[in-house]
């Protein structure tokens, strides 16, 4: 039996909208950017903390937390995420003496995957 015209457009159709359709909506978000960058050495404590991803991420579930060389957690635990832009979150933290400081983060991306990561950046006077 021969494919009909039909079922021959069906399939073209089928596959040139998977050809087509974007990868990235069904990846992971990534974090591209940071304030401060990852491993800056600054001379001023910064007054929070921005992490940007390569896409929008959820408005649940997020999560910044940033941790002394002690172990103490020294952010003022208040996330928030950009309005007009779903792919930046961000915290406020205390005025920090000199010392070396992890952000942890956590997201949710577009894709329902839970994201987490780290980076560093330390306070120099």
Not at 12 to 32: C, E, G, K, N, R
Not at 99 to 112: F, G, H, K, L, P
Request: charged share 20%.
């Amino acid at each position: 039996m021969k494919p009909t015209y039909t079922k021959k457009f069906l399939i073209s159709l089928i596959s040139i909208i998977a050809i087509t359709t974007p990868i990235s909506v069904f990846a992971h978000a990534i974090m591209v950017k940071s304030q401060p960058e990852q491993n800056a050495i600054i001379s001023i404590s910064p007054k929070q903390i921005d992490v940007w991803f390569n896409d929008k991420v959820g408005s649940e579930y997020k999560a910044v937390a940033v941790i002394d060389s002690k172990g103490n957690r020294v952010d003022n635990k208040d996330v928030q995420q950009e309005i007009l832009d779903g792919s930046h979150i961000y915290c406020t933290i205390p005025a920090l003496p000199a010392d070396t400081y992890t952000v942890r983060y956590r997201v949710v991306s577009i894709d329902t995957h839970i994201v987490t990561g780290k980076f560093q950046f330390t306070v120099k006077p």
